[in-house]
């Protein structure tokens, strides 16, 4: 008896110890956004090699970009991941039902072009489908959970999309964690990147967030991206109207995907490429382009290469920003942001966004303390776009901005050290931001 009672508890603990390696995503991956390079909303499903060489989905694209990544200081602005998206494989499996990369795009196998990545010190990310086809109607894992992690791992993936669609929105639930622990099971940490809530809010479902959180690096939540601003727009609305549910679930390791950057492309104005990109690093999403880089223009790739808002999104703290603003067309978002002051006093990323288009900049004039910026001995202000540096700022100071029509004006407000001795430090009657974000003494 007392040696069945043995077995049984010691059954136990291992499936505990085995579970707790094995389930959830503490993999310890992307503590901070992932940033790299995704080839789908620029080359879709381009196919034809044979006329348009340049451009189809092929072994040749991504060496290209995997160069480009290194050589035009990408790499060094943080930009690590690259990225195939759909349409990488054959239509069919092998005879032993492993995935086989198309024979002709792909001549040499995704291993050796993960080897290509990997040798220029960069990370190699494929895409699959938690369904029985990809969205392009490729292969999906459904059937193949276990083999197709697998074969990743001995590629040297370290990062899956998994797609959703032909899949049941009800599946998902066990599906994706399924996934993914056949992903920890290899061994090969691997980011591991969701579609899972998105089919289910358009299924009518309410998805599992808590779940989510624990099996996901990253999720989509809503539409694809496309190549205009109204596209844009609606993503930014999509995420300013549910953030009271969406923004909670970002932190490190765990990020809200509002899909790729389409900076540098043909659909969005010089402006509006600077409120896409200021908008995502208050956001803490994923900043992965999805633009040719070998013709690129020198003004957007400064956009993608400023560094000051590379480092608002890469903010080690992880708390994702908010809409704490919306009138007549102006919207003030905010981000939480090191350094903390005294355990209380955040600093701060702040957007001003201008969604008007009657053809005139539009002044926005506020005071610190109106932002929720109540640190009594001030911040250090600048701009992130301009060159401006507003120097040491006192909560009662207002700063005045003019915001381009669909452009964007980026501030970071740095919590100054130092003691405050006439204690105006605590309540102050209008703190939006210690509202919305809920902040806790650390
Ligand atoms: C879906 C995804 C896109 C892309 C395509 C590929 O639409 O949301 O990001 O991966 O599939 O077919």
Redesign the pocket.
């Known amino acids: 008896m007392a040696s069945w009672k043995f077995i049984a508890v010691s059954t136990v603990c291992l499936l505990v110890f085995l579970s707790g390696n094995i389930s959830g995503l503490d993999n310890g991956l992307v503590l901070t956004p992932p940033m790299g390079w995704l080839a789908?909303e620029r080359f879709r499903?381009n196919t034809d090699c044979k006329n348009d060489p340049e451009n189809c989905i092929s072994d040749r694209l991504f060496r290209t970009m995997t160069d480009i990544l290194v050589t035009e200081g990408y790499t060094a602005a943080g930009y690590e991941y690259i990225n195939v998206?759909?349409c990488w494989l054959e239509r069919e499996r092998d005879e032993r039902g492993r995935l086989v990369p198309d024979r002709e795009r792909f001549p040499y196998g995704m291993k050796s072009l993960a080897d290509y990545v990997h040798s220029k010190g960069l990370k190699f990310g494929i895409?699959e489908d938690y369904g029985n086809f990809?969205?392009?109607g490729y292969p999906g894992v459904v059937g193949h959970l276990s083999g197709d992690a697998t074969t990743f791992a001995s590629w040297g993936v370290d990062y899956v999309?998994l797609?959703g669609?032909y899949a049941l929105p009800t599946d998902m639930d066990y599906g994706y964690p399924e996934f993914g622990r056949q992903l920890n099971l290899t061994g090969r940490q691997m980011v591991y990147s969701c579609?899972w809530p998105v089919y289910q809010i358009y299924a009518g479902l309410q998805p599992n967030f808590s779940s989510i959180i624990e099996h996901c690096n990253l999720w989509?939540n809503f539409d694809?991206i496309q190549d205009s601003w109204a596209s844009v727009e609606s993503i930014i609305d999509y995420y300013g109207n549910h953030q009271d549910v969406i923004v909670p679930n970002a932190g490190p390791g765990h990020w809200n995907d509002p899909?790729m950057l389409i900076v540098g492309n043909f659909g969005l104005s010089y402006e509006q490429s600077k409120t896409q990109f200021a908008l995502w690093a208050i956001l803490a999403a994923p900043l992965l382009m999805s633009v040719d880089l070998r013709t690129i223009r020198p003004e957007y790739k400064a956009i993608l290469q400023n560094r000051k808002i590379i480092e608002v999104d890469q903010d080690p703290l992880g708390i994702q920003g908010r809409r704490i603003y919306k009138h007549r067309g102006i919207e003030i978002w905010s981000r939480p942001i090191l350094p903390i002051q005294q355990g209380q006093f955040y600093s701060y990323a702040v957007a001003f966004v201008n969604r008007r288009t009657d053809g005139t900049p539009s002044d926005v004039a506020v005071t610190l303390r109106e932002l929720g910026l109540s640190n009594p001995t001030g911040y250090r202000v600048e701009d992130l776009y301009e060159d401006v540096d507003y120097g040491v700022l006192s909560p009662q100071t207002k700063i005045k901005v003019k915001v381009n029509p669909s452009g964007v004006v980026i501030l970071r407000a740095d919590a100054q050290p130092g003691y405050a001795f006439n204690a105006i430090t605590t309540r102050t009657p209008y703190t939006p931001l210690n509202d919305v974000f809920r902040l806790t003494k650390k």
Do not use: E, G, H, I
């Open positions: 789908w499903c998206d759909d895409y990809t969205c392009a999309k797609d669609c579609s989509r694809d899909d």
